[in-house]
């Protein structure tokens, strides 16, 4: 395996049309049909570095900037933006399109982040090429400590989350 991969080599695109079972009540695109097609798309270019099996620890952030609706598509593309030692951040973008005047637009972003399931993989470094590429590369270790601190974080919380029966009264 090489030591390193470029993003694009990393790089899973699938495009999607807007069909009436997409919408919700607001007749827009329900926003769990798109996180399971997200991290359908993101876990391909997390396994395209890695080639050993990856789980998803993790959606460290979303946003959604615009619906899509009726008589759009929406294409997914995902890459690779930074390397660990298990972890893989991978940032997928979609992108809407209105099918009937061929106008694009940016709908959602988002990093997820990635880890092995071996223990001690030899994962390639990232190289970025395109001017989006560095850009979002750039930003990898500041993502990657407030990941850390956030993950810190989250494990005093669930240690005050009960998982006893609610209907006990206790």
Request: proline share 4%.
């Amino acid at each position: 395996m090489s030591n390193h991969l470029t993003c694009r080599q990393t790089l899973s695109i699938s495009n999607h049309r807007v069909f009436v079972n997409d919408l919700n009540e607001h007749e827009t695109v329900y926003g769990g049909r798109l996180l399971e097609r997200l991290d359908g798309s993101a876990s391909i270019s997390a396994s395209r570095l890695a080639r050993v099996e990856t789980v998803t620890a993790s959606i460290d952030q979303l946003n959604f900037i615009a619906p899509f609706k009726m008589q759009d598509s929406f294409c997914i593309e995902s890459y690779v933006a930074g390397v660990g030692t298990r972890s893989i951040e991978v940032f997928t973008k979609i992108i809407g399109e209105h099918l009937k005047t061929g106008e694009r637009f940016l709908g959602l972003t988002a990093f997820l982040t990635f880890v092995t399931i071996e223990k001690s993989p030899v994962l390639p470094d990232i190289r970025p090429e395109s001017p989006e590429e560095r850009f979002i590369c750039a930003g990898y270790a500041e993502r990657k400590a407030h990941r850390i601190a956030n993950f810190q974080n989250q494990k005093y919380f669930n240690q005050n989350i009960s998982t006893d029966y609610p209907w006990n009264g206790q």
